[in-house]
């Protein structure tokens, strides 16, 4: 069964730390990986796209990894900021002609001014 | 340009009854997908459009619940006679398809509660 897990659920770091995200899936032949962020009461907010030919893909304090063959995306947000306080879902698209996104339970971050 | 929308942001009904709930995608999107998030729960896909193609109903948890779109605009999403295992957060998200780029953006969601 593809699955995709996030662990830990929750996260609480001091204001400045680094944060690191783990998310790993069952099934290493991926089409892309998705990082998104949520924030209570409202709707996703896509940060990063992997594809499945990529290792790495940045954006500001922004990093995320693919490793395939381990089945494992890390999302890194340096220095983190009290602003960077959400739930961050990781989420896989299968195959080229699988459309849909299946999702972790995703990540609850606290950054502690 | 304006994001996904969706209405009502709120639906509070009662058992058995039946609700609507929309989403108009970004213009010029595509594709279309309804995903469900219960409490404390990760997204679920629904139903996927794309164009004139077939949709993607592999996701309907039931046959009480159905959804239309219109070209490529605005989706409907229905569920009948509404349970109680039914209150969650529905959320709607397009995208372009290029094969290249698709990123999924998605609309604010609806909160059904269902008492």
């Known amino acids: 069964k593809q699955e995709v897990t996030q662990i830990p659920a929750a996260l609480s770091v001091p204001e400045g730390e680094n944060l690191v995200l783990n998310c790993s899936f069952t099934d290493s032949a991926i089409y892309n990986l998705q990082w998104f962020r949520q924030d209570p009461g409202k709707g996703l907010t896509s940060l990063l796209l992997?594809?499945?030919?990529?290792r790495e893909q940045t954006s500001g304090r922004l990093n995320a990894s693919l490793d395939k063959s381990s089945g494992r995306s890390t999302l890194y947000i340096a220095a983190s900021q009290p602003g960077d306080s959400a739930t961050y879902l990781c989420a896989v698209r299968w195959g080229l002609n699988d459309y849909k996104l299946s999702f972790g339970a995703g990540t609850t971050v606290t950054v502690r001014a | 340009g304006a994001g996904v929308s969706q209405s009502p942001s709120n639906k509070v009904t009662e058992k058995g009854k039946d609700v609507e709930l929309r989403c108009d995608p970004i213009?010029?999107?595509?594709?279309l997908y309804w995903y469900r998030q219960r409490l404390g729960q990760g997204l679920e896909f629904l139903i996927y459009f794309q164009g004139n193609s077939a949709p993607d109903k592999s996701g309907l948890p039931s046959d009480r619940f159905s959804a239309e779109r219109t070209g490529e605009s605005v989706s409907t999403l229905t569920i009948q006679r509404t349970q109680q295992e039914d209150s969650a957060v529905y959320l709607c998200a397009s995208s372009y398809l290029t094969g290249i780029s698709d990123t999924q953006y998605f609309g604010p969601g609806t909160r059904l509660t269902v008492l």
């Open positions: 992997i594809q499945s030919s990529q």
């Open positions: 213009s010029g999107h595509t594709a």
